[in-house]
Protein backbone atom coordinates (compact mmCIF):
# COMPACT_ATOMS: atom_id res chain seq x y z
CA UNK A 1 0.00 0.00 0.00
CA UNK A 2 1.27 3.02 -0.66
CA UNK A 3 1.04 6.31 1.94
CA UNK A 4 1.76 9.94 0.55
CA UNK A 5 2.29 12.48 2.81
CA UNK A 6 2.35 15.83 0.86
CA UNK A 7 4.71 19.64 2.72
CA UNK A 8 5.51 22.55 1.82
CA UNK A 9 2.40 24.67 0.95
CA UNK A 10 1.78 28.61 2.72
CA UNK A 11 1.23 31.50 1.61
CA UNK A 12 3.65 33.85 -0.47
CA UNK A 13 2.83 36.73 -2.75
CA UNK A 14 2.97 37.00 -6.47
CA UNK A 15 5.67 36.41 -7.90
CA UNK A 16 7.54 34.23 -5.21
CA UNK A 17 8.26 30.41 -5.63
CA UNK A 18 6.99 27.58 -2.98
CA UNK A 19 8.75 23.98 -3.09
CA UNK A 20 6.18 21.32 -2.51
CA UNK A 21 7.38 18.00 -1.58
CA UNK A 22 5.33 14.29 -1.49
CA UNK A 23 6.63 11.52 0.79
CA UNK A 24 5.92 8.58 0.02
CA UNK A 25 5.85 4.96 1.70
CA UNK A 26 5.05 1.28 0.29
CA UNK A 27 5.81 0.38 -3.47
CA UNK A 28 5.76 3.44 -5.43
CA UNK A 29 7.54 2.24 -8.37
CA UNK A 30 4.09 -0.20 -9.16
CA UNK A 31 2.50 3.19 -9.93
CA UNK A 32 3.38 4.50 -13.73
CA UNK A 33 3.30 7.71 -12.48
CA UNK A 34 3.39 10.49 -9.66
CA UNK A 35 1.65 13.33 -10.16
CA UNK A 36 0.53 16.48 -8.41
CA UNK A 37 -2.82 18.15 -9.09
CA UNK A 38 -4.71 21.29 -7.77
CA UNK A 39 -8.14 22.08 -6.41
CA UNK A 40 -9.22 25.85 -5.78
CA UNK A 41 -12.98 26.88 -4.29
CA UNK A 42 -15.69 26.28 -6.32
CA UNK A 43 -13.58 24.46 -8.97
CA UNK A 44 -13.11 20.66 -10.11
CA UNK A 45 -10.04 19.05 -10.08
CA UNK A 46 -7.39 19.96 -12.18
CA UNK A 47 -3.71 17.93 -13.35
CA UNK A 48 -0.29 20.47 -12.58
CA UNK A 49 2.05 17.97 -13.46
CA UNK A 50 3.20 14.52 -14.24
CA UNK A 51 6.48 12.39 -14.05
CA UNK A 52 7.22 8.89 -14.93
CA UNK A 53 8.18 6.03 -12.90
CA UNK A 54 10.54 4.47 -15.98
CA UNK A 55 11.33 7.34 -18.29
CA UNK A 56 12.58 10.83 -18.26
CA UNK A 57 8.77 11.71 -19.79
CA UNK A 58 7.30 14.67 -17.80
CA UNK A 59 3.56 16.11 -18.09
CA UNK A 60 2.66 19.88 -17.39
CA UNK A 61 -0.80 21.54 -17.40
CA UNK A 62 -0.57 24.51 -20.33
CA UNK A 63 -1.00 26.89 -16.87
CA UNK A 64 2.44 26.04 -15.48
CA UNK A 65 4.93 25.60 -18.68
CA UNK A 66 7.52 27.16 -18.01
CA UNK A 67 7.14 27.89 -14.07
CA UNK A 68 6.57 24.59 -12.37
CA UNK A 69 8.90 21.80 -12.43
CA UNK A 70 8.51 18.02 -11.17
CA UNK A 71 11.33 16.02 -9.60
CA UNK A 72 11.68 13.14 -7.66
CA UNK A 73 14.56 11.60 -5.72
CA UNK A 74 13.88 7.97 -5.26
CA UNK A 75 16.57 7.16 -2.85
CA UNK A 76 14.49 9.38 -1.15
CA UNK A 77 10.68 7.96 -1.90
CA UNK A 78 10.52 11.61 -2.83
CA UNK A 79 8.51 13.67 -5.52
CA UNK A 80 8.48 17.88 -5.85
CA UNK A 81 7.16 20.38 -7.48
CA UNK A 82 8.88 23.81 -7.72
CA UNK A 83 6.79 26.62 -8.27
CA UNK A 84 8.31 29.59 -9.43
CA UNK A 85 6.59 32.79 -10.45
CA UNK A 86 3.53 32.03 -8.83
CA UNK A 87 0.29 33.45 -9.56
CA UNK A 88 -3.02 34.38 -7.64
CA UNK A 89 -4.47 31.80 -9.96
CA UNK A 90 -2.17 28.89 -8.82
CA UNK A 91 -3.95 29.09 -5.48
CA UNK A 92 -5.54 25.98 -4.16
CA UNK A 93 -5.44 23.10 -2.04
CA UNK A 94 -2.27 20.97 -3.88
CA UNK A 95 -2.05 17.03 -4.22
CA UNK A 96 0.20 14.24 -4.70
CA UNK A 97 -1.11 11.21 -6.15
CA UNK A 98 0.11 7.78 -7.54
CA UNK A 99 -1.18 7.44 -11.52
CA UNK A 100 -1.47 5.00 -13.78
CA UNK A 101 -2.20 8.00 -16.30
CA UNK A 102 -2.28 11.01 -15.84
CA UNK A 103 -5.59 12.50 -14.90
CA UNK A 104 -7.40 12.48 -12.39
CA UNK A 105 -9.21 9.40 -13.00
CA UNK A 106 -5.93 7.09 -13.00
CA UNK A 107 -5.06 8.00 -9.47
CA UNK A 108 -4.62 5.12 -7.71
CA UNK A 109 -3.87 6.95 -4.03
CA UNK A 110 -3.98 10.95 -3.12
CA UNK A 111 -2.35 12.27 -0.36
CA UNK A 112 -4.15 14.32 2.12
CA UNK A 113 -3.04 17.67 0.50
CA UNK A 114 -0.94 21.19 0.88
CA UNK A 115 -2.94 24.60 0.88
CA UNK A 116 -0.98 26.90 -1.82
CA UNK A 117 -2.26 30.75 -1.25
CA UNK A 118 -1.03 33.30 -4.16
CA UNK A 119 -1.52 36.81 -3.07
CA UNK A 120 -1.44 40.17 -5.31
Known amino acids: QVQLVESGGGSVQAGGSLRLSCASS????????MGWFRQAPGTERERVAC????????YYADSVKGRFAISKDSAKNTVYLQMNSLKPEDTGMYYC?????????????WGQGTQVTVSS
Open 26 to 33: GDIESSNL
Open 51 to 58: IYQRSVKT
Open 97 to 109: AAVRYCATTGVER
